[in-house]
């Protein structure tokens, strides 16, 4: 699978290269538009999150767990405002 954040990066600088083609005479967009180069081009750390659907999401889409009361389980206040839990 391609890197799509990679991909991504590479049409924007593509972009940028052709703003700087047509503003090549005005200094405070081309200082503009290198100032996004160098962010675009710095280093990013963290998580990445690609588009691809994880196995639990898949799974839910067709099957969805419906929780049902179990009242042998169920935590109530004991008399004097202190909870109780189930034995």
């Known amino acids: ?12 600088l593509a972009f940028l ?3 700087k083609r047509k503003n090549a005479d005005d200094d405070d967009t081309l200082r503009a538009i290198g100032e996004i180069e160098n962010e675009l081009n710095s280093k990013k750390y963290g998580l990445v999150w690609e588009k691809h659907e994880e196995a639990v999401d898949v799974k839910m889409k067709d099957y969805i767990p419906v929780f049902t009361e179990d009242h042998d389980r169920e935590i109530t206040a004991a008399p004097g405002g202190r909870l109780q839990l189930p034995a």
């Open 1 to 12: 699978m391609a890197n799509l954040s990679q991909q991504k990066r590479e049409r924007m």
């Open 17 to 19: 290269d052709t703003l």
